[in-house]
């Protein structure tokens, strides 16, 4: 496992410490979710090919309607947030309405990223957020994002692939489609997703 952490003007010892336990924490979740879907004999070979990015963030206070943050879906497997008492997150649902997420205090919110939906042969749908400041004060946010290990090939295991559930994604890697994010995130085309890299 590699932990890469963005802690400028934090105390580096308190976010690994932080890290650690989330990572612990992520870890039991995707557990849980491949033992839902019956193929938990993949959970240590899925889960050793994991690392792990913690960023903190910082979202000004604002009273528009212009999202702060750009409607997207993550691209790695899972997200784990933790923020202060400023909501700002919005989660679309199926009918394109966008919903306020209200937290309870002291909670992690859980998304799940196209490499994670990818890996369930679309079992699971990524979570299409973005956020939107509507409070003067700033929102505070840390995101642990649990991503795929490079050189380890992403694919939906032969168990959830049939005549009735054919395969909707070839194999990556997700440091290699990375560099060609980067390239089209780079001319605004940032609807080019893992979907458009890898589908069938």
């Known amino acids: 496992m590699v932990l890469l952490i963005n802690c400028t003007g934090f105390d580096s010892e308190t976010l690994v410490s932080f890290a650690q336990l989330a990572s612990g924490l992520e870890k039991t979740i995707r557990r849980m979710i491949l033992e839902t879907f019956g193929v938990e004999k993949y959970v240590d070979e899925f889960i050793d090919s994991t690392n792990y990015i913690l960023k903190v ?6 009273q528009s309607s212009k999202p702060s943050l750009r409607a997207h879906s993550d691209q790695n497997l899972v997200t784990l947030l933790y923020q202060n008492e400023v909501n700002g997150l919005e989660i679309q649902n199926k009918d394109g309405e966008w919903i306020n997420v209200k937290p309870s205090p002291n909670t992690f919110l859980v998304m799940t990223g196209e490499s994670l939906s990818v890996w369930l042969n679309g079992g699971l749908s990524s979570t299409y957020h ?3 400041m509507k409070e003067s004060k700033a929102r505070y946010c840390v995101g642990l994002f649990a991503t795929p290990r490079g050189g380890y090939q992403v694919k939906a295991p032969k168990e959830l692939v049939d005549d009735k559930n054919g395969l909707l994604f070839k194999p990556f890697d997700y440091e290699e489609f990375l560099g060609f994010y980067s390239i089209h995130a780079a001319r ?3 609807e080019s ?3 458009a890299y890898c589908s069938v």
Do not use: D, N, P, Q
């Not at 963030?57 to 604002?62: A, L």
């Open 130 to 132: 973005r956020v939107t």
């Open 193 to 195: 997703g893992l979907k």
């Open 57 to 62: 963030m910082k979202y000004e206070g604002s």
């Open 188 to 190: 605004g085309a940032l």
